[in-house]
């Protein structure tokens, strides 16, 4: 019997016990076609360069963002809860910004979501 893939998206998943085990292709260094088909379109979220250059893109327009309001790193932490430090991070992309913390600096700067994502475009 074949082993089943760990992968959510993959029609062969199954949790087994404590285990989960891989689908038999993955050992030979095939892939599902699920698998391809998933990668085909769009983002390679297996890809870090393509991660790291969105985590970027977002940086750069928090920074943007920031500078136009006048706030330095310090005002914009204590809105947002963390230190300093961190807002650095985020915008030198180092860390990556969680959905609720992206969403609380939209908030901060009455702006929508979609303006972190204007004029990206994945290679």
Excluded: W
């Amino acid at each position: 019997m074949a082993s089943l893939c760990p992968r959510p998206h993959c029609p062969q998943f199954r949790v087994m016990g404590a285990t989960q085990k891989r689908c038999a292709s993955s050992f030979r260094g095939f892939e599902h076609p699920a698998h391809r088909q998933r990668r085909k379109h769009g983002l390679d979220f297996s890809d870090k360069d393509q991660l790291k250059e969105i985590d970027r893109h977002i940086g750069q327009r928090i920074k943007m963002l920031r500078k136009a309001y006048g706030l330095s790193q310090i005002d914009l932490s204590a809105s947002l809860g963390v230190s300093y430090q961190q807002v650095q991070k985020y915008e030198n992309a180092t860390n990556r910004l969680s959905a609720s913390r992206l969403y609380a600096i939209c908030e901060i700067f009455d702006i929508s979501l979609h303006y972190f994502f204007l004029n990206y475009h994945h290679k």
